[in-house]
Each structure stands twice: as C-alpha cells, then as structure tokens.
C-alpha cells in the first residue's frame, strides 16, 4: 500500500445509520492523490443529476491529502466539497487548523457523509471506533459552546471538532463548516449542506500517524522551513506578524483601487487606515496563534470588552472579513467589524458572501427596492455599523429580511427584480471576494470559468505578478510566460493564469496551505518522500487540469455551461472616485481571454466542453459518459 495514506474511505450514511469503508488501490491515490482530486472524482461518479443541493441525495465529503497528519508547516488542511446550495454546481473549499490532522489520524484518507438523520447528531471519530451519537441537546448551541459541550461529554480533552452553529442549521446557502473555533471551509455552502443532513459535528481524536517513504527528507524539508521561512523570498513577513490585512498591503490596494467598498460601486475607501489588521492587533490584539505543528503563525486573535465582548478563542479579522463587513457595506467602526467576525464563526457563516449579501441589501435599500417596512425597520444604508450587526443575526436566524439575503445575492435578485440583478456581486452564484477583477483583471479569468465561481485562491493575483521576481519565478517552473501588467489580458496573461490554476488545484489535492512558501518542486517533492513514487512537477500539473475538467463535466450535467462563465455588469464600468475611475474590463478583451483559457486547458474554445482528446490524455476517458445529457436548472 501507499505510505502517508490510510488506504481508507470512511462512508458513513445517516439515513440508514450505516458505517462502511472503501479500501481504494494504488492507481487510485496516485491519479487523484487527495483533498481537490478525490472530490472531483467522488462528486462527479456519486451525486445524481439534477438533485437539490439540499436533499439526502446530496453528498458532504471532507477529504485528506497525502501530508495531512504529518507535523509539517502547513501539512494540517483537508478540503470539504458538495453540490452546493449556493451555486447548484460543483464546490470545494479548504480549511486548516487542528481538526484535520485529528480525523486523518483516525485512520482514513476521507469522510463520505450520505442520507440525512432524522434527527441532529454527531460523528464521533477515533481509531478505534466510529459512532453516531445524538446532538439534539447540541442543536441550536454556537460552534464555540458545542466544542466544549463535546470535551466535557466525551472526556478527551484533545478532541478536535468541526462543526455548524446556526447558520448551518438554518440553512442560510453560504454557512460554512468551522473546524474546532475559528477556521472556516468558507465558500459555497458546505455548512447548509452538513445542516440538511442534520449533523451538528464531527468530533475527532485519532492516534495514528501516517507512515512515510522517507522519513529522513520529511525531516529535512520540516527543518528546512522551521528555520529559515521568514528568509523565503516568496514568503510575506506581514503574515507572521498580523495575518492578512496588514496596514500598506490595504492602504497601497485602496490608492489603485482594490479595496472593493460600497458593493463594488466604489473600490477605494477614505476610512482604509481605520479597518486593517494591523490597526486591529494594535488596538485589539491577544497575539498570534498557528495551526497544528506551523511555525508561520499567521492567524490572529483579538478581543473586546463591554458592548462587544469579543472572546479571542474565536480568532480575529482576516483580510475578506475586513473588507467584505468594512469597506464593502461601508463600515468603518473596527470594533463591530470584529464583532461580525465572531458571529461569523459563532454561527457558521462565511464571511465574504454575509459581507456581500448585506451590502447587497443596503444597496437595494438605498435606492429603495428595499423599504424599511421590508427590513423590520432598520436603516439599511451603507455605513450603518449597527444594521450591519443586526444583518448578521437576522441572516443566520432567518428572520426577517435575513431569510432573503440568507440566500445569497444571485437568489436574492431574482426574487426583488427590479433591477437589482445589475449590483448583484457573484459569479455563477459565488459571491465575489475583496480582489477586484478590474484591478486584477487575469484573476478576472479565473473568477469567470472556476468550476464553484469567483474563488481568490486559484489563480495568479496579477498585482503580484508584474515584474521579475523570486515569486514570479516560481510561476515560471509551471508554465508562467513572463510578467505582464495587472490589466493584460493577452495569450500570454491566460497562460500565466492557467499555470497558476491548475498548482492552486495540485496544492488543494496535497492537501497544503498556500501561505506556507513551498514551492512547486517542494511540494513534489515533499509527494515524493511521502508516499515513494517517483512523482513529478508535470503529474501534479496534469493532476490540476484533471480535477479542473472534471468539475467543469459536473457543472455542464447540471446545466451550468458557457452563459455562467462571466462577471457582473459592474465589473465592465469605472468607478466614479480613485484607481478605478474610468478603468473597467474591456468586454471583449475578457471574452477573448475566457476562450484562450479553454483552449489551454483542452476544452472546446466556443463552449468550454472538454474534448475527447483531453479527457483521454488526463485518463479520465469514463468522464465523457456525462456530458451526454445536460441537465435544465
């Protein structure tokens, strides 16, 4: 068998109460090797067409990676994928912290969860047993006080959890799923899935610990990073020190128009200075915390007193959650901004699409599609600190004007109409992240074909990527061109992206975090030492084309094809103030450089279906079975 693997698949269905395991061979790890690969493979064969996300026909799968469970920087991560209630598509999403090194080491490589239990429960994971176990004493409870309901009940002090709060539960379509208290598998509606099916949490503590090939160069490359991270050229210091937000990286994105505020209308934000993270640490900070044996330590803690209240054990502000709940709904009080944040996480929310979805709503409300008899009375304008929290309440209870915006942008237009349609912020449903395409216009790419919408993790921030550099070189070793201008959207920008792309799905399947500065070869290597094949930088690359191809065959049976695979209205306009003023896309330019990349990645150039070929050369040739019969949604 593969070293650095269980050789396991747990199957664990609610409906029947039924707990089997896969035992997949060789072939199948090393095709697929984990995290991203397996979802794709599992939710493409597993989930029927057509189904609402929703149903107990849909599946919630939280998949390993050949690291995870190895005490390495940034080697405790797992990838949570379902049809989403958000999208009706494809969608995955990654989260780290100290949950998954615990299931992994339960002794299985990933988590199938099937059915839907009749009443709330939780899955109870050890290496020696696995059981479901009722939670409806849990149901209703937060993400922190379940956690700790949990250690008291089952006596292990080192139980990790992941889990949903209200937001979960109540199905708002963008809840996510929070491992342990404050690290969230953010995007597309994991959590409202994991509520449909009535699971509170799965509770883990495992003592097994993977075996690797090599267990000299694992100690090499661990020391290796340990040592000298903060020397990596391609490592930003600010992340070690505040997290993400750090004061210039937001003040420099506001003066070139990148700080998306007031719903994207307007991309610079007079009050930047006030909402960063390093404003926050300064005036709020409780110091930095890591995930399982990193030495990058990049995720802060905060807390409050009085009014707020805020408890550091629920994490701290990241860069999305400043600008999606500061500068996007216009708000600039930090304090209720962190305020926002610990709801998010108490309620199992993702932060980017509330932020989204509220600034929705106050745009609506402000050119009053929306009344205050429609939201209970609030005052739901752009600024308003306090209706911003109330939103977060509303939303996660459902109540209320929340119960609409619960849904998301794209679901929320098409009930109001009215025009609203035109500053609904989403690609294929996805609410978009604080990258403005318009800044970073090959992101722009990637937002507009990415299988589960406008995801700022796979691909390439083209701000990042306009001169020679040690990080651009990086690119280079998967196929990167040269440096290009932010705004480029030439052949040679696609191929930049489509390089950037296809590692950002490898380096989802490993599964490792993108903030510790491993580079491709690393990785490979790092593959190599653990598992024993004689793995390369082109089979993690193919690796990446396959799961893109296979998720793009799931949307195209779901009736998602080319017609999805855009940015709003908005995006191809100026704004009225800073950077971006008089700077949108050029329409055909973005279109022209969509069908580049399907080109590149083996798809049809005029509709993006995979072609015979391609799916041969990937050895997914079985994936051609569906794309015979698209299904209408």
């Known amino acids: 068998m593969v070293h650095g693997v269980a050789g396991k698949i747990l199957r664990v269905d609610l409906s029947t109460k039924s707990i ?78 100290f949950w998954p090194m615990a299931a992994k080491q339960a002794g299985y490589d990933a988590i199938i969860i099937e059915g839907k239990s009749e009443t709330p429960v939780y899955l109870f994971l050890t290496d020696e047993v696995v059981e479901i176990r009722d939670a409806s004493h849990l149901w209703g409870e937060t993400v922190m006080d379940t956690h700790d309901a949990l250690v008291e009940e089952t006596g292990v002090k080192r139980l990790r959890t992941c889990s949903i709060g209200l937001g979960g539960e109540n199905m708002v379509r963008y809840a996510c799923v929070i491992n342990d208290l404050k690290d969230a598998a953010g995007r597309g509606g994991m959590g409202a899935v994991m509520g449909s099916k009535n699971l509170k949490t799965i509770a883990a503590a495992g003592k097994w610990k993977p075996e690797v090939a090599d267990p000299k160069r694992i100690r090499e490359l661990t020391l290796l990073m340990n040592q000298d991270f903060l020397d990596v050229p391609i490592f930003s210091k600010s992340l ?59 995720k ?55 932020g989204v979805s509220i600034a929705f709503g106050m745009e609506c409300f402000e050119k009053e599609i929306l009344t205050r008899e429609d939201t209970g009375g609030i005052d739901l304008r752009f600024g308003n600190a306090e209706a911003m929290l109330q939103m977060v309440e509303a939303i996660a209870r459902r109540e209320g004007i929340g119960d609409l915006l619960a849904d998301g942008v794209m679901a929320a237009a098409e009930r109001l109409g009215q025009g609203s349609e035109e500053f609904a912020m989403h690609v294929k449903g996805l609410e978009i992240p604080m990258h403005d395409p318009r800044v970073k216009q090959g992101l722009g790419v990637v937002y507009s074909v990415e299988a589960h919408g406008a995801d700022h993790c796979a691909g390439m921030h083209d701000t990042g990527a306009t001169q020679d550099s040690p990080s651009f070189e990086h690119y280079r070793s998967m196929g990167a061109t040269r440096p290009l201008p932010a705004n480029d959207l030439s052949a040679d920008k696609v191929a930049n992206q489509k390089a950037a792309h296809t590692h950002s799905l490898f380096r989802d399947s490993v599964v490792v975090c993108s903030f510790v500065p491993w580079t491709i070869e690393q990785t490979v290597d790092i593959v190599r030492a653990v598992t024993g094949w004689s793995y390369s930088v082109h089979e993690a690359l193919m690796l990446g084309q396959r799961i893109a191809t296979l998720s793009r065959i799931f949307n195209l049976r779901e009736g998602i094809d ?50 015979r070929s391609h ?7 079985w994936a051609g079975q569906y794309l015979a019969e698209p299904v209408t949604v």
């Open 20 to 97: 089997t395991t896969d035992e997949p061979d060789e072939d199948f790890y090393r095709t697929y090797l984990g995290g991203a690969g397996f979802l794709a493979y599992y939710l493409l064969r597993e989930i029927p067409a057509g189904i609402d996300p929703l149903s107990a026909e849909n599946k919630l799968i939280f998949a390993f990676g050949p690291m995870t469970g190895l005490a390495m920087p940034g080697a405790t991560r797992n990838c949570v994928g379902a049809k989403s209630p958000l999208t009706g598509g494809f969608s995955k999403s990654e989260v780290g912290g």
């Open 240 to 298: 070690h020190e505040v997290g993400t937000g750090e004061h210039s990286q937001m003040v420099g994105g506001n003066a070139v128009g990148n700080m998306p505020s007031y719903n994207f209308a307007r991309n610079d934000f007079p009050a930047v200075a006030e909402i960063t993270a390093t404003k926050a640490m300064a005036d709020h900070g409780d110091g930095m915390e890591a995930c399982a044996a990193c030495s990058i330590r990049c």
């Open 300 to 354: 802060k803690t905060v807390k409050l007193a009085g009014e707020y209240n805020v408890s550091p054990r629920n994490g701290g502000p990241e860069y999305e959650s400043l600008g999606a709940l500061g500068s996007t709904c216009g708000v600039d009080d930090l304090p209720a901004i962190i305020k926002a944040n610990e709801l998010a996480n108490l309620y199992s929310l993702d932060t980017i699409s509330l």
């Open 562 to 611: 080319v017609a999805a695979d855009s940015l709003p209205n908005r995006m191809f306009e100026g704004t009225p103030t800073g950077g971006l003023k008089d700077g949108g896309i050029d329409r055909e330019k973005m279109q022209d450089a969509i069908s580049l990349f399907y080109g590149m990645m083996g798809w049809d150039e005029q509709t993006g279906v995979p072609t």
């Open 615 to 621: 799916l041969g050369e990937m050895g997914i040739g």
